[in-house]
């Protein structure tokens, strides 16, 4: 089995497509191989596996990040439904700091995002009821993660929102501070 792989504007943040076979009884879909992921240095030592479930089109969640030294490598892969993920670099050594990256992932295709340390991620459903798969190198504990609101006008991220749309969001992340904000509390230190 083989896998596409595209490498985006960031790097540290991969878009893989996995080839699917089918026949008369179904389909096998590789979602890992160990083998291909380390030679693209994408090898993740999995710590927690999450599924987010999302029932409403249009629901934001995000952009948030974990604090070092409890940052995330991540693999997100989509199992059902159409989800925009967004990664936001805050690596302030980066070249990229502070450019972000769109990748649509659809549940058809099972195709994953896979990001190293230092990133901010957010997600929108396109569809209702959207399943993802996300594995994560380090434990997740809410005291050591902060957020960058979703909206932020010098991100100017270009989310997939139609005319008219109601957008579903918690009250947390509506409250996010700007990137200005981050900026002055954690110096971009990521």
């Known amino acids: 089995m083989r ?7 960031l790097t540290g943040v991969l878009e893989i497509i996995p080839e699917k076979l089918s026949d008369h009884r179904g389909s096998l879909t590789r979602l890992y191989d160990r083998r291909v ?5 994408a090898d993740l030592n999995t710590a927690q596996e999450n599924i987010f479930y999302t029932g409403k089109k249009n629901t934001m969640r995000g952009l948030h ?7 995330e490598s991540k693999m997100i892969t989509a199992i059902r439904g159409v989800t925009q993920w967004v990664s936001v670099d805050l690596r302030k050594s980066s070249p990229t700091f502070g450019a972000w ?3 649509i992932l659809l549940g058809v295709a099972h ?17 209702n009821d959207c399943e993802l798969l996300v594995k994560a190198d380090q434990f997740f ?3 050591n993660s902060d957020g960058i609101i ?19 969001i918690s009250e947390e992340h509506c409250k996010y501070p700007t990137f200005e904000e981050f900026l002055e509390k954690h110096g971009g230190k990521l």
Do not use: M
């Open 65 to 71: 990040f974990s604090l070092p030294p409890w940052q």
């Open 101 to 103: 990256e769109s990748v």
């Open 3 to 9: 896998f596409k792989v595209r490498h985006t504007k």
């Open 37 to 41: 992921f380390e030679c693209l240095n």
């Open 150 to 168: 979703w909206d932020d006008p010098t991100l100017k991220v270009k989310w997939e929102l139609k005319p008219g749309y109601l957008l579903v």
């Open 141 to 143: 504990e809410d005291v």
């Open 111 to 127: 195709n994953s995002l896979i990001a190293g340390a230092g990133f901010a991620h957010g997600c929108l459903s396109l569809t």
